[in-house]
């Protein structure tokens, strides 16, 4: 079954409305921001950071603005300029707990994990009934790998606040990791039952659908999500998977083939084409793939058994042996099956 993406980023739009009192560039600055605050609750996200730097032009030390110029760089994927502005924002206002708990998201984008966690220690309490704050914060215990933790916080946030799309998505898949496939159903049902164009949730739930090798119901969920966005990699890459397991090749090598031009790092993308070639009778085109996905040391389902397979029938069975070997450690149960099936 083949597995691509489940943790969702969030980011909450906070409109911070300040009224500054008194004339000249202090109330240009007050004006610029109302202004950027328009356009970010419309999405219009380079909008809103012009207006939010006319803001700050004029009054260096307005905080908010740099608050939600912070918020419309994370919408924008750029969380490294928002970890900046964030930084420069906190040197002016140390005493202003939303920009820790923004900063504390950026830092989680860019890998400064000890700085968010030392951002959430420290507003902690402020935000103790805060429903973002342990979205935040979950999102931190994944990105560690305390599967524990996050759990606990997600159940968190669904306790504050029942309709909290992005931690049902987040939790479905650390459930659908630990194989608690129906627990996981439940929330990504959920989640799609609050936001129907939830990308996340329609993935996931056509991964639980191939899962079970119903592959019709899978490329309907796989369909909807590429009609919310024609040119995500990830689903490109999961339609692809189940176009293979239904002998539509042709079909899925130009899918897959878009995903990797996408995201050329994706070990599952690169293994689906190694399926591709396999099946397409070139196996010096497979290993290839294969090859390229196992450099990754990414965690790919059933990869040390499709590569060594592949190694195996041109009759390069030490190595085809050694990938399995691999396999076994990261219970790869078909590269187990295979390893004893063929290796002495």
């Known amino acids: 079954m083949q597995r691509d993406r489940f943790i969702s980023g969030i980011t909450i739009l906070l409109l911070s409305i300040v009224f500054l009192i008194g004339c000249g560039d202090k109330e240009e600055a007050s004006n610029f921001f109302l202004k950027g ?16 730097n006319e803001a700050i032009e004029k009054y260096p030390e307005f905080s ?8 419309a ?13 964030l930084t420069e924002a906190i040197n002016i206002d140390n005493k202003f707990p939303e920009l820790y708990l923004t900063r504390a998201e950026a830092a989680i984008r860019t890998g400064e994990l000890q ?14 009934d805060s429903a ?11 990105t560690r790998k305390n599967v524990a933790n996050a759990l606990s916080d997600f159940d968190r946030v669904l306790t504050l606040d029942s309709n909290q799309v992005e931690a049902l998505v987040n939790r479905g898949a650390i459930y659908f990791e630990q194989k608690e496939y129906e627990q996981a159903r439940k929330d990504f049902e959920k989640a799609l039952s609050l936001n129907p164009k939830q990308q996340e949730a329609l993935n996931n739930l056509g991964l639980l659908e191939s899962r079970e090798k119903n592959w019709k119901k899978a490329l309907t969920y796989f369909d909807r999500a590429l009609t919310i966005n024609p040119v995500d990699p990830y689903a490109l890459n999961n339609k692809g998977y189940v176009l293979l397991e239904t002998n539509k090749l042709d079909e899925a090598k ?9 995201q050329p790092e994706n070990g599952y993308a690169l293994r689906n084409m190694g399926i591709y070639f396999t099946k397409a009778g070139q196996k010096e085109q497979a290993i290839e793939q294969f090859d390229k996905a196992i450099e990754l040391a990414q ?7 499709h590569a060594g397979k592949a190694y195996y029938d041109l009759e ?11 396999g076994s450690l990261v219970k790869d149960s078909t590269a187990v099956e295979y390893r004893e099936k063929y290796c002495q």
């Open 115 to 128: 700085t968010a966690e030392d951002d959430l220690n420290y507003i902690a309490k402020t935000y103790q």
């Open 64 to 71: 908010d603005a740099y608050l939600n110029k912070g918020i």
């Open 73 to 85: 760089l994370l919408q924008l994927g750029k969380p490294a300029e928002a970890f900046k502005v």
């Open 37 to 52: 605050n328009v356009q970010l609750s419309k999405k219009n996200y380079d909008a809103a950071i012009h207006y939010y």
């Open 299 to 305: 965690p790919v389902e059933a990869l040390y058994a």
């Open 132 to 142: 973002r704050f342990y979205m935040v914060r979950g999102n931190l215990m994944v």
């Open 254 to 262: 130009k899918l897959i083939e878009s995903s990797i031009n996408k």
């Open 316 to 326: 390069q069975i030490e190595k085809a042996c050694a990938i399995w070997r691999r």
